[in-house]
């Protein structure tokens, strides 16, 4: 049975995230946020683009919750709907 | 998903045994020539993780495609890119095989 490294030059080299790993969410606290995506994704015939919105605020409870690093939603590719609202509320930093 | 357009994905997990068990992922695109234009932002991947016995939990990927996948010609034809996980069991004092490990 053949191992499963390939050393031929066309072998796949992982690469670790860019912002390391998340902590496992072992008490299900964004459980909710995380059906609400999902839901989003069945009802939109799994469109990433079109439930943006909701993968923000899982990664925002995340955030609040000690799940994730604290990273502004800008950086996460999510400037135009952090825009958007914060034209509807006062900004915040 | 759209090149460039941060998007989010979920595995789940479960152990069903009786005791804790650390494990440890590595992961894998298919086509090949598609995994250099795939960049994880945060994943749960590489780090030991420990599940509680019949433990489920849900395991986000956060990622997305480099822009430049659009501008490759030999990707023109390629409209789906799947992204697959293997779980080991990390051994106190194994890591993830390299070339050459016993």
Redesign the interface.
């Given at each position: 049975m053949s191992t499963?490294?390939n050393?031929s030059a066309?072998s796949?080299k992982?690469?670790?995230?860019?912002?390391?790993?998340?902590p496992?969410?072992?008490f299900?606290e964004c459980?909710a946020f995380?059906e609400r995506?999902?839901q989003c994704l069945r009802d939109s015939g799994f469109e990433?683009?079109a439930?943006?919105e909701r993968?923000m605020a899982?990664?925002q409870c995340r955030m609040d919750r000690q799940l994730?690093a604290n990273e502004p939603l800008e950086k996460?590719?999510?400037k135009d709907l952090v825009n958007e609202a914060s034209e509807a509320k006062p900004g915040k930093l | 998903?759209?090149p460039g357009?941060?998007?989010?994905a979920?595995y789940k997990a479960k152990n069903p045994t009786d005791k804790p068990i650390i494990g440890i992922s590595?992961?894998?695109?298919v086509p090949?020539e598609a995994?250099q234009y795939f960049?994880?932002?945060?994943?749960?991947?590489?780090?030991e993780?420990?599940?509680?016995p019949h433990?489920e939990?849900?395991?986000?990927v956060?990622f997305?495609i480099d822009p430049e996948f659009a501008e490759d010609p030999r990707m023109a034809k390629v409209d789906l890119i799947t992204l697959s996980y293997t779980f080991f069991e990390a051994k106190e004092g194994q890591h993830l095989?390299?070339?050459g490990y016993q």
């Open positions: 499963a490294m050393f066309k796949f992982p690469r670790p995230p860019d912002k390391g790993s998340f496992l969410d072992h299900g459980g995380k995506f999902m990433s683009g439930c943006r993968a899982y990664l994730m996460l590719g999510f | 998903v759209v357009e941060t998007a989010l979920f590595t992961y894998n695109v090949f995994g960049n994880k932002i945060q994943c749960f991947c590489f780090e993780q420990r599940l509680n433990e939990v849900d395991m986000p956060f997305y095989p390299l070339p």
